[in-house]
């Protein structure tokens, strides 16, 4: 369970795809955390070369640069994640890590098809990312909520997306952590949207400080 400690001893055995399978396991703690330093460490451990070939240490860079709110560099990005993973796939069938990496590249495509304005495209991705990332990767998760929310008030549909945030965070346990933080925010962009600036302003304290 000690990360750091076991991917130096693959680096030491000059194993790189284990250490490389290592940090893909381990990213999805690092960004519950929102712990960009920690993704960019990983990545100052592998040769660059080594990294442009494998998915999951991509992936890793994506995140980073979603913390940095880097778009452009994260969007060139996309195409050749999505290109490995389809060649990982072939190579090794379906697993949980493939699914984690599926989940991690959808979060990315709902975000842009959300900025392009292709709100049921956004929606099909987020629907993805909720029907493969496990209940504890709240980062992803919450993320996907995110950009549910506000795509189903831009498509017109403000009250199926008020009910499917508020009914979410009713009914989620935790309320301080990074799923709820981020179903909070989707409530404030879509009643921000809609004009409701009380209920923005009401949202964001009462929520995230006294629930």
Same mark, same amino acid.
């Given at each position: 369970?000690?990360?750091?400690?076991?991917?130096?001893?693959?680096?030491?055995?000059?194993?790189?795809?284990?250490?490389?399978?290592?940090?893909?396991?381990?990213?999805?703690?690092?960004?519950?955390?929102?712990?960009?330093?920690?993704?960019?460490?990983?990545?100052?451990?592998?040769?660059?070369?080594?990294?442009?070939?494998?998915?999951?240490?991509?992936?890793?860079?994506?995140?980073?640069?979603?913390?940095?709110?880097?778009?452009?560099?994260?969007?060139?990005?996309?195409?050749?994640?999505?290109?490995?993973?389809?060649?990982?796939?072939?190579?090794?069938?379906?697993?949980?890590?493939?699914?984690?990496?599926?989940?991690?590249?959808?979060?990315?495509?709902?975000?842009?098809?959300?900025?392009?304005?292709?709100?049921?495209?956004?929606?099909?991705?987020?629907?993805?990312?909720?029907?493969?990332?496990?209940?504890?990767?709240?980062?992803?998760?919450?993320?996907?909520?995110?950009?549910?929310?506000?795509?189903?008030?831009?498509?017109?549909?403000?009250?199926?997306?008020?009910?499917?945030?508020?009914?979410?965070?009713?009914?989620?346990?935790? !309320?301080?952590?990074?799923?709820?933080?981020?179903?909070?925010?989707?409530?404030?962009?879509?009643?921000?949207?809609?004009? !409701?600036?009380?209920?923005?302003?009401?949202?964001?304290?009462? !929520?995230?400080?006294?629930?």
């Amino acid at each position: 369970g000690l990360v750091e400690p076991a991917v130096y001893h693959a680096l030491q055995a000059q194993d790189l795809r284990l250490a490389s399978s290592l940090l893909g396991q381990a990213i999805y703690g690092a960004l519950n955390r929102d712990d960009r330093m920690t993704l960019d460490r990983w990545l100052s451990w592998l040769p660059e070369d080594y990294v442009q070939e494998r998915p999951e240490l991509l992936l890793l860079r994506a995140m980073s640069l979603q913390f940095a709110w880097r778009l452009s560099a994260q969007q060139r990005l996309i195409a050749t994640i999505g290109a490995l993973l389809e060649r990982e796939e072939v190579e090794t069938g379906a697993s949980q890590a493939l699914l984690g990496m599926q989940a991690q590249l959808s979060v990315l495509r709902s975000q842009r098809a959300y900025f392009a304005m292709d709100f049921q495209g956004a929606i099909r991705e987020c629907e993805q990312v909720l029907a493969l990332a496990s209940r504890s990767w709240t980062y992803l998760r919450g993320s996907a909520m995110l950009y549910w929310g506000p795509s189903l008030q831009a498509s017109g549909e403000f009250e199926a997306a008020e009910r499917l945030l508020l009914d979410t965070f009713e009914q989620y346990a935790d !309320k301080s952590d990074g799923f709820a933080l981020r179903i909070c925010l989707g409530l404030c962009f879509i009643y921000s949207a809609e004009g !409701k600036l009380e209920l923005t302003r009401q949202t964001a304290p009462d !929520k995230l400080c006294h629930s």
